[in-house]
């Protein structure tokens, strides 16, 4: 599986912005996905996850009810929409794909990663 993760940007504080990732190579809809970050100096950390039917979701406690993940199985795309953006929130973003199928918020359970893509939020 090769995952190309986009969308990233400049925003200011309280905006927003939608990432996608798009998988090639294999078929996603068996795969459980996620969105990690990585701020500099820091390690990598969950943001959310969504299983491989869509029914099921994770946040982090610090997104929840902000940012929503969500998938098109049959575009093999993952998208990761961030509204009221913080300063807080700036990172590169990761998306991943877990084989298992359903939602972990483990780094180690995911089997593929894309290569990030930076966000930068202005206060």
């Known amino acids: 599986v090769q995952l190309q993760a986009f969308g990233g940007g400049l925003v200011q504080a309280g905006g927003y912005l939608r990432l996608s990732c798009a998988a090639s190579g294999r078929i996603l809809s068996s795969y459980a996905m996620g969105w990690f970050r990585q701020a500099p100096g820091k390690e990598r950390e969950f943001v959310a996850a969504i299983s491989w039917s869509g029914s099921g979701t994770e946040y982090a406690d610090s997104v929840k009810g902000r940012f929503t993940i969500s998938r098109d199985n049959a575009m093999n795309m993952v998208y990761l929409q961030m509204n009221s953006l913080k300063p807080e929130d700036a990172a590169v973003y990761y998306c991943?794909?877990?084989?298992?199928?359903?939602?972990?918020?483990?780094?180690?359970?995911?089997?593929?990663w894309g290569q990030g893509t930076l966000v930068t939020v202005s206060s």
């Open positions: 991943a794909a877990d084989g298992g199928g359903v939602v972990h918020t483990e780094t180690w359970r995911y089997d593929y």
